[in-house]
T-cell receptor, first 113, second 112 residues
Framework: NAGVTQTPKFQVLKTGQSMTLQCAQD?????MYWYRQDPGMGLRLIYY???????DKGEVPNGYNVSRLNKREFSLRLESAAPSQTSVYFC????????????FGPGTRLTVT | DAKTTQPPSMDCAEGRAANLPCNHS???????VYWYRQIHSQGPQYIIH???NNETNEMASLIITEDRKSSTLILPHATLRDTAVYYC?????????????FGQGTRLTINP
């Protein structure tokens, strides 16, 4: 199993550009999450999806949209990137009965200039 | 969710037990204590969790005080690979998605 995969690994955007971060998991997990981590800080939840077809806002949803494409995939879109969105983005997933145990991807390092 | 307080950094010698404290004085009766760690530049990794009894798994032990206002994560024989940021999280155990809130954690450095 590959676990949780994220693409791309690195990305540089100019202010105002848009992009989509992709996340996929092959563990048949129901729940998926997007976090961001700023330098020297803990992770903050952006959006999550409890199950296929549902999404909910987390702690810092402004400036982002998400799509739970199917059970495997959960994408994060930045419509108009801002320098404040420079961060490392982590995707995670968890199974229904072990919802406390989240499996994280390797992260996407995004720089907005 | 209960707020947690952890020391910003700790050092431990390789081969010794690393004891990482966490204060959660406002924890409620049905909130669990979870521990994760994040090795440099990687995604966080689940370690262990508990409600009120002490817990042990292949990675670590979790000791929760009787009043549940604090806990200690113990890595019994620390290795250099245990150098990481360790996060203590208090959260209700609910069905479905868990909205974990990560604070700044404790940066543990294992010294040779």
């Amino acid at each position: 199993n590959a676990g949780v995969t994220q693409t791309p690994k690195f990305q540089v955007l100019k202010t105002g550009q848009s992009m989509t971060l992709q996340c996929a998991q092959d563990m048949n997990h129901n729940s998926m999450y997007w976090y961001r981590q700023d330098p020297g800080m803990g992770l903050r939840l952006i959006y999550y999806s409890a199950s296929e077809g549902t999404t909910d806002k987390g702690e810092v949803p402004n400036g982002y949209n998400v799509s739970r494409l199917n059970k495997r995939e959960f994408s994060l879109r930045l419509e108009s990137a801002a320098p404040s969105q420079t961060s490392v983005y982590f995707c995670a997933s968890s199974e229904e009965r072990k919802y406390y145990e989240q499996y994280f991807g390797p992260g996407t390092r995004l720089t907005v200039t | 969710d209960a707020k947690t307080t952890q020391p910003p950094s700790m050092d431990c010698a390789e081969g010794r037990a690393a004891n990482l404290p966490c204060n959660h004085s406002t924890i409620s009766g049905n909130e669990y204590v979870y521990w994760y760690r994040q090795i440099h530049s990687q995604g966080p990794q689940y370690i262990i969790h508990g409600l009120k009894n002490n817990e042990t798994n292949e990675m670590a032990s979790l000791i929760i005080t009787e009043d549940r206002k604090s806990s200690t994560l113990i890595l019994p024989h620390a290795t250099l690979r245990d150098t990481a940021v360790y996060y203590c999280i208090v959260r209700l155990s609910l069905q479905g998605a868990q909205k974990l809130v990560f604070g700044q954690g404790t940066r543990l450095t294992i010294n040779p």
